[in-house]
């Protein structure tokens, strides 16, 4: 889980950079062409002004994104060591099952996985307590050769416990281990259910992920796009002004990242939803 969405923040701030750069290329050939735009009288001069402060604003959210990437590329350091410096190709894959067979399946999750054997232990340690209050018994027969004055000798020998105090020593031990294993089945009951729950709400979250994505794929960013492009035809025109379209791009951007931070979030979910059960 860690390392998935150490690639997944990771991929998200690259993507986020090619957008800013794109924007930053648009502004640097709006600013190559207001001079002349200017001297012909068909811009004013505080057009260039404002296309420089959108360069200089830009240029910040470009260093932010630097520090960003070297937060996210120490991360990914962590679990891939030099790898991390590579670039990052492919893309996250869907869900490995479905989500109802990880409703079904709940007792392979990893956490769950444990407590069977965690179980056994504490049941074989009851027993051994049980064990404890009956008598046990063994016998023995040894042959000594001696000296001759004394003769050889066969000795036979039985032993035997006799349990006492039952309800102070045994009863006790045994009443500990019988909590200790009621304790185990509550707990795997609670994780259970907890897992479960956490199941429902990611399902919850993916679905409302997979529908705010497919909206701006299909409508959103169209219409932002849309927006910027009437936008700088009305300045082209002189029937608009500049801050009309830098606010236009400006829109453009947050929505494309908007959409870039909704699929890291998809993506974080179904990682999650992926490393439940451990192949």
């Known amino acids: 889980q860690e ?3 150490a690639w997944i923040m990771a991929q998200a701030i690259e993507q986020r950079d090619q957008v800013l750069a794109a924007l930053l290329s648009e502004n640097q050939r709006l600013q ?19 296309a420089r402060q959108e360069a200089l604003a830009l240029s910040d959210r470009r260093d932010d994104l630097q520090r960003d990437r070297s937060k996210a590329r120490a991360m990914l350091r962590r679990w ?14 869907p869900l490995s ?4 067979q990880l409703r079904s399946e709940v007792h392979r999750y990893a956490e769950l996985a444990q407590y069977p054997a965690m179980q056994a232990m504490a049941l074989a340690e009851k027993r051994e307590a049980e064990a404890e209050t009956k008598g046990d018994w063994s016998w023995e027969v040894a042959y000594s050769r001696r000296d001759r004055r004394w003769g ?9 416990d006799l349990p006492w105090q ?8 045994i009443k500990a281990k019988q909590l200790e294993l009621q304790r185990l089945e509550a707990e795997q009951e609670d994780v259970t259910r907890r897992h479960l729950q956490e199941l429902e709400d990611s399902a919850s979250e993916l679905a409302a992920l997979n529908s705010q994505i497919e909206r701006l794929q299909s409508a959103g960013m169209g219409l932002a796009q849309g927006r910027a492009e009437l936008a700088l035809a009305n300045y082209q025109s002189a029937k608009g002004d500049l801050s009309a379209v830098l606010a236009a791009r400006a829109q ?13 979030q998809r993506d974080t979910v179904i990682a999650r939803l992926n490393s439940l059960i451990a192949d």
Do not use: K, N, Y
Not at 32 to 50: C, E, Y
Not at 80 to 93: I, K, N, T
């Open 166 to 173: 039952q309800e102070r020593r045994q009863g006790p031990q």
């Open 97 to 100: 099952r479905p989500l109802d």
């Open 32 to 50: 190559d062409s207001l001079p002349a735009r200017i001297a012909g009288g068909t811009v004013q001069a505080a057009d260039l002004l404002m």
């Open 252 to 264: 453009v951007r947050e929505t494309h990242w908007r959409l870039i931070d909704l699929q890291a």
């Open 3 to 5: 390392l998935s969405q």
């Open 152 to 160: 050889d000798m066969v000795s036979f020998q039985v032993t035997f």
């Open 80 to 93: 891939v060591g030099a790898r991390a410096d590579e670039a990052l190709q492919g893309a996250p894959g």
